[in-house]
């Protein structure tokens, strides 16, 4: 009977020793668990940077897009417009619109007469300088969402590894003592499972950022697209009038 006294007061010892806190799980963890645990943690803390940038990039962007699309379906002159947006175009579709506008007054600097010819090959230059810059355009504002893929696809198996490492730490431990008590076990078992979740919360909201952000970008994509088109055919429409002329 004393010898049961004694082993029971050993594991309630055990048990009581064990900080069950997330600080005090990190703290008994092993090296391995630890790397895992602190990797993830800067995965965390990076993607929700790249999150909070990126809703302030879109929320921007779009309000400053829709003040320049107002601006350009105003009926103000091109010319007059080009003028006032051209030293400082502030969004992607001003850039747009500036890149055309500037393929469009340096040929007719540069030519006196529009032939077929010239106009053919104008409107295609036109085409080709908007669509590099909305690619240009589109290739920045997604910048650092790969990091996010990367982090929502990988972490949860980086956290996996940390439990599977942890755990055969623990079923070690367990042979080496020779317990099998619940006290004994929960401890090593908790450390290891706790990486897991660790990495559930830096995938989860990186998951669904990225599908968030790579919708939202798609959309603005076909925006620009849609724009591009429409100015190249009022371009073209002016281009008509001058052969005509």
């Known amino acids: ?39 993830l943690v800067g995965a965390s803390v990076w ?9 302030f990039t879109f929320k921007t962007v779009g309000a400053k897009t829709t ?42 600097e540069q030519n006196s007469a529009i032939d077929d010819d010239l106009r053919a090959g104008l409107q295609q230059r036109i085409d080709r300088a908007m ?14 969402m790969t990091f996010l893929a990367t982090v929502g696809s990988t972490a949860p198996f980086i956290g996996l590894f940390g439990t599977v490492w942890g755990i055969m730490n623990s079923f070690t431990a367990i042979a080496g003592s020779q317990q099998t008590s619940l006290a004994v076990v929960a401890p090593g078992i908790a450390e290891a499972l706790f990486a897991t979740a660790i990495g559930l919360v830096a995938a989860i909201p990186a998951v669904v950022a990225f599908n968030k952000f790579n919708t939202d970008l798609g959309r ?15 371009l073209g429409r002016h281009l008509e009038q001058q052969g005509r002329g």
């Open 1 to 39: 009977m004393d010898a049961a006294t004694t082993v029971q007061a050993t594991q309630l010892a055990g048990s009581v020793a064990h900080d069950m806190s997330m600080w005090g799980l990190f703290l008994q963890a092993d090296l391995i668990v630890k790397s895992v645990i602190i990797s």
């Open 220 to 234: 603005y994509q076909d925006r620009l697209d849609a724009f591009a088109a429409e100015f190249s055919a009022i």
């Open 131 to 144: 669509a590099t810059s909305i690619n240009r355009e589109i290739t920045l504002m997604e910048r650092y």
């Open 47 to 55: 993607s929700w940077a790249i999150i909070f940038d990126k809703w």
């Open 67 to 108: 003040k320049f699309e107002n601006a350009f379906w105003s009926g103000e002159a091109l010319e007059k417009l080009f003028k006032r947006v051209s030293a400082k175009p502030s969004d992607p579709m001003a850039r747009t619109f500036c890149a055309g506008m500037n393929e469009w007054k340096l040929t007719l």
